[in-house]
């Protein structure tokens, strides 16, 4: 992807987001999502803050009262331009992730080449520029999702930022079947997710190692079906494991102990 695409893909997110956020009246937006403690509003606020701290405007000088949904130091970082924000009315907030997401787009499409291979920080160490737009627009679409979810407007999953997404969790899926479930040496794990784009992605360790393989083998340890959605539920920590497993959401051929296995570890966001 070039990244004029990459950008492309930012300016489609936000402007979804927009979209469909729109008409939304108090009850919609003070409405509980499946991301913990947050609101839909909620939601907007911690992109709002995200694009800010990049533009370099300084986080409120705030200390939110209960910190007791978040898990480390940048969920607790997340919380503050979160909390800081959640007495405003919605309409305030998606007013000013208007105006961040303009300063924020006009300064991408003045990037140069160089720009976009230049080194920063990420939420995930160090790495490029590119890598962290990447991450954003990942980050932008799992809260488009949350609201999607949490107010019954189903869509953003299929297309560009849709195909960006899973491509985020592809990478993620040697990670979550070596390192997290400690799937054994010599065995494959081959997902199965269904949708507008049907993929199989098959996942084998070697040496110790996981990494994609390219092709799927004949007969893996172990074969995990799920949709799209439920995918990335659990990829995100969205939904629990558990509970997904009994609704039957997830399908197994082979293994189904590691199969399990698998889909409780599956979720790698920090």
Not at 149 to 160: I, T, V
């Amino acid at each position: 992807m070039s990244h004029r695409q990459l950008v492309d893909n930012m300016e489609r997110v936000w402007q979804t987001i927009d979209r469909l956020c729109t008409g939304f009246g108090e009850a919609e937006w003070k409405t509980a999502t499946d991301c913990p403690g947050w609101s839909v509003q909620d939601q907007i606020s911690h992109i709002v803050g995200s694009e800010s701290g990049i533009l370099g405007r300084p986080d409120p000088d705030h200390t939110p009262a209960d910190l007791s949904h978040t898990k480390n130091d940048l969920g607790r970082r997340n919380e503050v331009v979160v909390d800081w924000r959640r007495s405003w009315p919605g309409a305030r907030v998606l007013e000013e992730f208007r105006e961040v997401t303009t300063e924020r787009m006009a300064a991408l499409r003045a990037m140069t080449a160089d720009d976009f291979e230049a080194k920063t920080q990420t939420p995930v160490g160090p790495g490029s520029m590119r890598m962290y737009i990447a991450i954003r627009i990942f980050d932008a679409w799992v809260h488009e999702q949350d609201i999607r979810r949490a107010l019954d407007l189903p869509g953003g999953l299929d297309g560009p930022v849709a195909d960006h997404a899973m491509s985020r969790i592809v990478l993620a899926l040697p990670y979550i079947v070596g390192k997290k479930a400690q799937a054994q040496d010599g065995s494959s794990v081959v997902f199965e997710v269904t949708g507008q784009t049907p993929l199989t992605l098959p996942i084998g360790v070697e040496r110790g190692r996981a990494r994609a393989l390219d092709a799927a083998p004949d007969k893996p340890t172990v074969r995990v079906r799920t949709d799209f959605e439920t995918f990335a539920c659990l990829a995100c920590g969205r939904w629990d494991p558990g509970e997904v497993l009994a609704s039957g959401k997830v399908a197994f051929e082979g293994d189904r102990e590691m199969g399990e296995t698998v889909v409780r570890q599956m979720n790698f966001m920090i």
